[in-house]
């Protein structure tokens, strides 16, 4: 059997094509930046842990408690979001995260006293600015003003 050298070309190329978006698609498991919502999350609660050194070892427990849970879920729901890529409304999605970050807050204020809870405050508000930073210089608004 001889196959022309045109024909194998035509086949290395169809090959190719046809592996393209496997080789750009995002890989299973970390997000591009490295860090999964796992790492995120025990990013937070270590950050908390150092701002806040005069937590009980009850606090601690209950901090740990929660912050797994949130893990869990976040993992869930983002696993969900992949899944139904097409299907879901992105402002649902949104609304669902923005929920559970308020109940995980909830939950936190009811273990820490106020002066706890204004640090945890002053920090997540310091990680939320830094996230919308970077998430405008990607994708920047558009800020110009039409006249009418």
Same mark, same amino acid.
């Given at each position: 059997?001889?196959?022309?050298?045109? !024909?194998?070309?035509?086949?290395?190329?169809?090959?190719?094509?046809?592996?393209?978006?496997?080789?750009?698609?995002?890989?299973?498991? @970390?997000p591009? %930046? %490295?860090?999964?919502?796992?790492?995120?999350?025990s @990013?937070?609660?270590? !950050?908390?842990?150092?701002?806040?050194?005069?937590?009980?070892?009850?606090?601690?427990l209950?901090?740990? %408690?929660?912050?797994?849970?949130?893990?869990? !879920?976040?993992?869930?729901?983002?696993?969900?979001? @992949?899944?139904?890529r097409?299907?879901?409304?992105?402002?649902?999605?949104?609304?669902?995260?923005?929920?559970?970050?308020?109940?995980?807050?909830?939950?936190?204020?009811?273990?820490?006293?106020?002066?706890?809870?204004?640090?945890?405050?002053?920090?997540?508000?310091?990680?939320? %600015?830094?996230?919308?930073? @970077? !998430?405008?210089?990607?994708?920047?608004?558009?800020?110009?003003?039409?006249?009418?």
């Amino acid at each position: 059997m001889h196959i022309s050298i045109k !024909t194998a070309l035509l086949a290395s190329f169809l090959v190719a094509l046809f592996n393209i978006p496997q080789v750009f698609s995002q890989p299973p498991g @970390r997000p591009p %930046g %490295g860090m999964d919502m796992s790492d995120m999350v025990s @990013r937070e609660k270590q !950050t908390l842990y150092k701002n806040i050194s005069n937590l009980s070892d009850d606090q601690k427990l209950l901090l740990d %408690g929660i912050y797994d849970e949130f893990a869990l !879920t976040m993992k869930q729901n983002m696993e969900e979001m @992949r899944n139904n890529r097409g299907s879901m409304d992105r402002e649902s999605m949104r609304a669902k995260m923005d929920a559970l970050r308020e109940e995980k807050n909830n939950l936190i204020k009811d273990v820490l006293n106020s002066d706890q809870y204004a640090i945890y405050l002053d920090q997540i508000e310091s990680a939320f %600015g830094a996230r919308r930073r @970077r !998430t405008e210089q990607v994708n920047p608004a558009d800020t110009t003003v039409s006249d009418q």
